[in-house]
């Protein structure tokens, strides 16, 4: 159990990260996108 819940912890988490870079990444690419413009 305890492999289990730290395996499921460790998915969020990188998940969590993962969500995070991508909305900084759209938010710095429509910021870019804006400045061409």
Known sequence: MKIRHNK????LK???????VLLLFSNS???KSSALL
């Open 14 to 20: 990188i998940s969590y990260i993962f969500k995070e």
């Open 29 to 31: 690419s429509k910021i």
């Open 8 to 11: 499921n912890a460790k998915y």
